[in-house]
């Protein structure tokens, strides 16, 4: 019987922010095994902003779109612009992207294989022993158990690892997710669609909690919906936007769906060595709905933790991880989670959010806060304005 593997690190989940994690270790001389179970494809409108691709090195050929604006549609179908004043907003393809993540973790030294997380069993000396399930190359289904001094949970919402070791996991509020990725059309074919513009739907009828997109991906196109509430049909929304939009005859190239997290959860290690990153942890920005760039800086974040950790057997070090994520975006999730709540409640409040996003201080911050993440306060006078003329709309002194 042959000796059981051991590693300094399993990193279950080879999404980006699994990846980046596993690519952080191992640049570091770690050990690490990276498990992706594969076969699927995360429903996302792939949208990352400038910082992503300078902080994570992404070369610009895995871009397949360059966003120049955005326009916000409300309720009763008004149009709202929001240009991007001399920058751009990336699109990947998570089909591409996330194995070129992957593919960087296996050139930077992780031991990257094709497997399911079954389970975790602690060991004597207090490491972790993992059980992962994989076909061979027959196709019959086997498992292996490794061990390993830390584990990362980056299996996404409803993360197995999590439901497993961390406390209040499996309560974790989700929205449902679902889109269609179709042909794009040609220019002038009969839609109103613009290869450089993202378009957002807020309608209740597309979704009654959430919003409704539309995001061009060179020869493709991501048209989705999301929506926490029970027994709506996102499937339905779909085909009615995508009727509304002129591309209910588009192919479709393929349909996902999947939960994402509506907030981080409060706890994101065990208290021993296991520590959760990306989605498992809840990083996905409310109102938005944008992961990309928070599950890669938050794998970078776990890294960092499980390394100090590693460093000094003290557990107290994977606690740094959710404390540095929240000190740097703890605030920015407050403020969407705000917004998300009050803004999205019903559709006369959509219509007055789509109003207020015609204002120039808004669509400033707005794109300053995403393409930078962080609040800006470089411009105090535009904070008031803005503040004063949320008030107008909140009580109804100017019309939508």
Not at 85 to 99: A, E, I, K, L, T
Not at 281 to 307: C, F, H, K, L, Q
Not at 361 to 371: F, G, H, K, P, S
């Amino acid at each position: 019987m042959s000796a059981i593997e051991r590693f300094d690190v399993v990193v279950v989940g080879g999404g980006p922010a699994g990846a980046t994690a596993a690519t952080d270790l191992a640049r570091r001389g770690r050990a690490v095994l990276l498990l992706e179970r594969g076969g699927r494809i995360k429903p996302c409108g792939g949208a990352i902003p400038p910082r992503l691709i300078d902080e994570f090195a992404i070369p610009h050929d895995l871009l397949v779109a360059r966003i120049r604006s955005a326009r916000m549609v409300s309720p009763q179908r008004r149009q709202v612009d929001m240009p991007i004043d001399g920058g751009f907003v990336g699109m990947v393809d998570r089909d591409v992207f996330d194995p070129w993540l992957r593919e960087r973790a296996r050139a930077s030294g992780a031991d990257v294989r094709l497997g399911t997380f079954e389970q975790l069993q602690r060991t004597g000396d207090g490491q972790v022993r993992v059980r992962y399930s994989f076909s061979d190359a027959q196709g019959r289904s086997s498992s292996r158990e490794v061990e390993a001094k830390a584990l990362i949970g980056a299996d996404g919402a409803r993360s197995p690892v999590a439901r497993q070791c961390i406390p209040g996991a499996d309560e974790m509020p989700c929205v449902a997710a679902y889109h269609e990725i179709v042909a794009s059309p040609d220019a002038g074919a009969g839609s109103d669609f613009h290869p450089q513009r993202c378009d957002v739907w807020y309608q209740g009828r597309l979704s009654p909690d959430f919003y409704a997109w539309v995001f061009p991906h060179g020869d493709k196109t991501s048209i989705g919906v999301g929506t926490a509430q029970r027994g709506f049909s996102l499937r339905g929304a779909v085909r009615a936007l995508r009727d509304d939009i002129g591309m209910g005859d588009a192919a479709t190239v393929r349909c996902e769906g999947a939960p994402i997290p509506l907030r981080p959860l409060k706890r994101w290690d065990d208290g021993r060595n296991v520590l959760l990153a990306g989605d498992a942890a809840g990083v996905v920005a409310p109102a938005s709905g944008e992961g990309i760039y928070y599950a890669m800086t938050g794998g970078r974040m776990a890294a960092d933790a499980v390394g100090q950790f590693l460093d000094t057997a003290d557990p107290a070090a994977l606690k740094t991880a959710r404390r540095r994520f929240m000190r740097s975006h703890g605030k920015v999730f407050w403020v969407l989670g705000i917004m998300q709540r009050f803004w999205y409640a019903n559709d006369r409040r959509r219509e007055r959010f789509v109003s207020i996003c015609r204002d120039p201080d808004v669509q400033y911050l707005t794109w300053e806060a995403y393409m930078h993440k962080r609040l800006v306060r470089a411009k105090p006078a535009a904070h008031m304005r803005i503040f004063f003329k949320d008030l107008a709309h909140l009580f109804g002194v100017v019309r939508p």
